[in-house]
């Protein structure tokens, strides 16, 4: 009895302390896409860094999903989204033109996208009112 005891007592601890450090140690978005169109959508964000523009993606964003795809307390005022649906279709698009990648990629520079081998593409201006977190919303069309 007392083995069992024991046993019990252990176990309960280890599941306090696996609680405690997963309450002490919450994971944070400070800038997430959320999906809500019909469809999966890809995603890749743009901002400036050290004085220059950095692009990245892609995220994968599944239908009523959302990605942390900036983990850091936002530091801009101005963070810049491009999305395509899963036949490359932009999904979500705007009026400033920075660089992609066809694959998994990090680009430094908006410039000259297609003589250093990317692709250009419209991203959407997200204004995030200075805050440090931010969420944003994919819509289908018309969807609000």
Same mark, same amino acid.
């Given at each position: 009895?007392?083995?069992?005891? +024991?046993?019990?007592?252990? +176990?309960? $601890? $280890?599941?306090?302390?696996? !609680?405690?450090?997963?309450? +002490?140690?919450?994971?944070?978005? =400070? ?5 809500? +169109?019909?469809? @999966? *959508?890809?995603?890749?964000? !743009? ?6 523009? %950095?692009? #990245? ?12 795809? *900036? ?19 932009? /999904?979500?698009?705007?009026? @400033?033109?920075?660089?992609? &990648?066809?694959?998994?990629?990090? /680009?430094?520079? *908006? #410039?000259?996208?297609? =003589?250093?081998? %990317?692709?250009?593409?419209?991203? %959407? ?17 018309? &969807? &609000?």
């Amino acid at each position: 009895m007392t083995g069992r005891l +024991s046993l019990i007592n252990t +176990s309960f $601890a $280890a599941a306090i302390c696996v !609680a405690g450090a997963t309450i +002490s140690t919450p994971a944070r978005a =400070e800038f997430a896409v959320c999906n809500q +169109s019909f469809d @999966v *959508i890809n995603v890749a964000i !743009a901002q400036s860094v050290g004085g220059q523009f %950095h692009t #990245e993606g892609w995220w994968t964003i599944g239908t009523n999903q959302c990605a942390n795809v *900036i983990k850091n307390e936002l530091s801009n005022r101005y963070i810049y989204v491009y999305a395509t649906d899963v036949f490359g279709q932009p /999904i979500l698009d705007g009026t @400033v033109s920075m660089c992609i &990648g066809a694959k998994a990629f990090e /680009i430094d520079g *908006i #410039e000259n996208c297609w =003589e250093r081998g %990317h692709k250009a593409a419209m991203f %959407h201006e997200v204004d995030t009112q200075a805050t440090v977190r931010w969420t944003l919303f994919v819509t289908p069309p018309g &969807g &609000g």
